[in-house]
């Protein structure tokens, strides 16, 4: 059975499943130590974490952490390293990743702390796959509305005390940021603000939120102030109560990842 590892600096998050046993689901989060490392965090929940103690075929590690895109059409895998490096501050050793996301034709870059990757290498005897968060996230992003609008749909995915911006025409992808957030009024200035760089007008465009009700709600509420068609994202009615999406705590991008696995099945 595969393993999944979803890492962020508040929470480390353990899921078991396999898209030909929908129902074999099992999920544990474990709190992380602010004061320690990541690492070191890691290492702590190895010792304690029951799931890591089971059969694993395959390991992936699903990485919350900023991204930057690059147009599919132009993307070489050998400029990878640099255009990272160009777009976010180096800050230690670092292994730079990029994953594919067809559905709006662009390359996501990301990256983890080498010292992290050689703990999680060491630990599944490298049988390790990398992917960010963002990527299934904005794979389902682009097929949620285009029917109806077939134009401009904005996107706000609330997690981890940062919210993630995406703009979409059809399957284009316009604009992906990241802002550190913590209230509903932080998300509204600003991602009103830069859409509005965009042309996006919010009255009369649809907007969608993401994220636990705790954090969606609020977002939701206070956005409806400003903008007539606020949408609440719901996993439960999107995926058709799949027990992934009925389990309480797991975050919406880990939801994605594991059912957009499951509908290639």
Not at 130 to 155: D, E, I, Q
Not at 181 to 196: E, K, L
């Amino acid at each position: 059975m595969s393993l999944y590892i979803r890492i962020s600096d508040t929470d480390l998050c353990f899921a078991r499943y396999e898209a030909v046993a929908a129902s074999d689901f099992h999920f544990e989060p474990y709190r992380v130590t602010p004061q320690a490392s990541l690492t070191v965090n890691l290492r702590s929940a190895m010792q304690h974490v029951d799931l890591l103690n089971m059969p694993t075929d395959r390991v992936e590690v699903l990485v919350e952490a900023p991204v930057t895109p690059v147009p599919l059409a132009v993307f070489q895998e050998e400029d990878a390293e640099a255009l990272y490096h160009a777009c976010f501050e180096k800050k230690g050793p670092l292994r730079v990743f990029y994953d594919t996301v067809p559905a709006v034709n662009a390359v996501f870059l990301f990256s983890l702390p080498e010292a992290t990757c050689r703990t999680l290498d060491e630990a599944f005897l490298g049988r390790v796959r990398y992917t960010t968060t963002l990527a299934s996230v904005v794979h389902v992003f682009a097929g949620k509305g285009l029917a109806a609008t077939g134009g401009r749909r904005l996107f706000v995915y609330i997690h981890d005390g940062v919210s993630d911006v995406v703009m979409l025409e059809g399957s284009r992808l316009l604009m992906l940021n990241t802002y550190s957030v913590q209230a509903p009024t932080d998300v509204c200035y600003y991602t009103f603000n830069m859409v509005r760089h965009l042309g996006f007008e919010p009255a009369g465009q649809p907007i969608y939120v993401a994220g636990e009700a705790a954090l969606r709600d609020p977002v939701v509420d206070n956005m409806q102030h400003y903008a007539s068609e606020v949408y609440a994202i719901n996993p439960a009615a999107d995926f058709n109560r799949h027990v992934v999406a009925t389990t309480e705590e797991v975050p919406y991008d880990l939801m994605c990842h594991l059912l957009k696995r499951s509908a290639q099945h």
